[in-house]
């Protein structure tokens, strides 16, 4: 009896499928156009969720060719959930990561509150920090500024997940970060 693996693969060429083998057989089951309604130019890997599902992004395309956020399922039909239209980022480079509450983060190199600033990247936008959910609900967690960096081109890790959110909860909310406050059982001490 033959055995059938699922790969995935992000290619920068534009496209992005994801394949069933079977018999040394390979069959498509989903690729991006050029024109980007549902995106273009995947650059990063998919990250697979807690619901058994796919998410990644595209570097451009979408509503407004910013770029998207989507989640496919094992079988290749694919859901745009968030199209970035500059004020919520732009050009998502890096691969999502999933945190340990169940919530992906990730990056826009571009966009956020400070787009219009013809200092910061020729008025792109110093890029932004976000976290989204399985459904597509994005929180920006950090607007770049150039005075606290600009451009994030990488992904985040789970260290990287928690110190960005406790100090957005210290800036915005009056909190402390304690490690214990924003854990709840979740981020662990």
Known sequence: MNRIATCLLSVLSGWS???TAHAHTAVPIFSFDVSGTNGAYPEASLTLGPDGNFYGTTESGGA????TLFKMTPNGTLTTLVNF???NGA???????LGPDGNFYGTT????????NASLN?????GTVFQVTTSGTLITLVNFAATNGASPE?????????????????CCCGGGCDGKRLSSGVWGD
Do not use: H
């Open 17 to 19: 499928v994801a394949l």
């Open 64 to 67: 407004t060719t910013n770029g």
């Open 85 to 87: 239209n500059g004020t």
């Open 91 to 97: 050009n998502p480079l890096a691969a999502l990561t």
């Open 109 to 116: 190199e571009y966009g956020g509150n400070t787009i219009g």
């Open 122 to 126: 020729a008025g792109l936008g110093g």
């Open 154 to 170: 990488w992904r985040l890790d789970k260290t990287s997940i928690f110190i960005v959110r406790c100090l957005r909860d210290f």
